[in-house]
């Protein structure tokens, strides 16, 4: 059974960084897509960054420059999404979702707040 994991969430003041990071367990087959999401209180899930299995990544516009999402290069389930120069509105829960032919796999969410 795939099961999808975040870490790496906390308490962090402006201006500093996180690393969360997403680990897949079980057996995948095929393609597959990594997408972290965020929601933040009183606020619609959004999108904020992207990966492949063949690396081809993209972030969200107004995160580029502060956002990167990689492929751990030393652990093939594990996705990393680096977030730098943290802001308040950049509070929310983070949550990571693997797209798979048969169907989507959501973790639980890791909280990120942002605050002095």
């Known amino acids: 059974q795939v099961q999808v994991v975040e870490s790496g969430g906390g308490v962090v003041q402006p201006g500093g960084s996180l690393r969360l990071s997403c680990v897949v367990s079980?057996?995948?087959?095929?393609?597959?897509?990594v997408t972290w999401y965020r929601q933040a209180p009183r606020k619609q899930r959004e999108l904020v960054a992207q990966?492949?299995?063949?690396?081809?990544?993209?972030v969200e516009n107004p995160l580029k420059g502060r956002f990167t999402i990689s492929n751990n290069k030393s652990d093939k389930n594990r996705v990393d999404l680096q977030m730098t120069n943290l802001r308040s509105d950049d509070t929310a829960v983070y949550y990571c979702?693997?797209?798979?032919?048969?169907?989507?796999?959501w973790g639980q969410g890791t909280q990120v707040t942002v605050a002095s």
């Open positions: 979702n693997l797209h798979l032919e048969e169907g989507y796999h």
């Open positions: 079980g057996t995948i087959h095929g393609d597959y897509v």
């Open positions: 990966i492949t299995n063949n690396g081809g990544a993209r």
